[in-house]
């Protein structure tokens, strides 16, 4: 399994991964010129590090993961992310559709699409949102 995970992984970086994480840490970038967003593009590096190997990862609500509420899963969670969706997250959602779009062309893309597909949902709302390993 792991072995296939690395093959995806390779295919996937080579065929969109890479410039879709290299967009991710540039909005990061964006969010940290900004002292007020330094909370935004720490998410956009964990995120973009996810973009680049997304294969034996996947993303899961905080809440559903620790069991309780935190900064990022209550109200203010949630004006961050609308803010969120304007300013980014609506850019890179395009940038993965466009992406999921071209694999789905052809039969051996389909997981990469689907995978894309994945990364917009979480790209429009990312706060509250951590990575984990698949077990």
């Given at each position: 399994?792991?072995v296939?995970?690395?093959?995806?992984?390779?295919?996937?970086?080579?065929l969109?991964?890479?410039?879709?994480?290299?967009?991710w840490w540039?909005?990061?970038?964006?969010?940290?010129?900004?002292?007020?967003?330094?909370?935004?593009?720490?998410?956009?590096f964990?995120?973009g590090?996810?973009?680049?190997?997304?294969?034996?990862?996947?993303?899961?609500?905080?809440?559903?993961?620790?069991?309780?509420?935190?900064?990022?899963?209550?109200?203010?969670?949630?004006?961050?992310?609308?803010?969120?969706?304007?300013?980014?997250?609506?850019?890179?959602?395009?940038?993965h559709?466009?992406?999921?779009?071209?694999?789905?062309?052809?039969?051996?893309?389909?997981?990469?699409?689907?995978?894309?597909?994945?990364?917009?949902?979480?790209?429009?709302?990312?706060i509250?949102?951590?990575?984990v390993?698949?077990?």
């Amino acid at each position: 399994m792991a072995v296939l995970r690395l093959i995806f992984n390779i295919a996937w970086f080579v065929l969109g991964g890479f410039v879709m994480g290299l967009a991710w840490w540039l909005a990061g970038i964006l969010c940290f010129i900004s002292i007020i967003g330094i909370p935004f593009g720490r998410a956009c590096f964990v995120i973009g590090e996810m973009t680049f190997w997304p294969f034996g990862q996947e993303q899961i609500s905080r809440r559903h993961l620790t069991g309780r509420d935190d900064l990022g899963t209550g109200a203010l969670g949630m004006v961050g992310n609308i803010i969120w969706f304007f300013l980014f997250g609506i850019w890179l959602a395009i940038g993965h559709l466009v992406h999921a779009l071209a694999c789905f062309v052809t039969i051996i893309g389909i997981p990469f699409g689907i995978q894309h597909l994945k990364l917009a949902l979480l790209s429009l709302t990312p706060i509250g949102q951590t990575v984990v390993a698949k077990a």
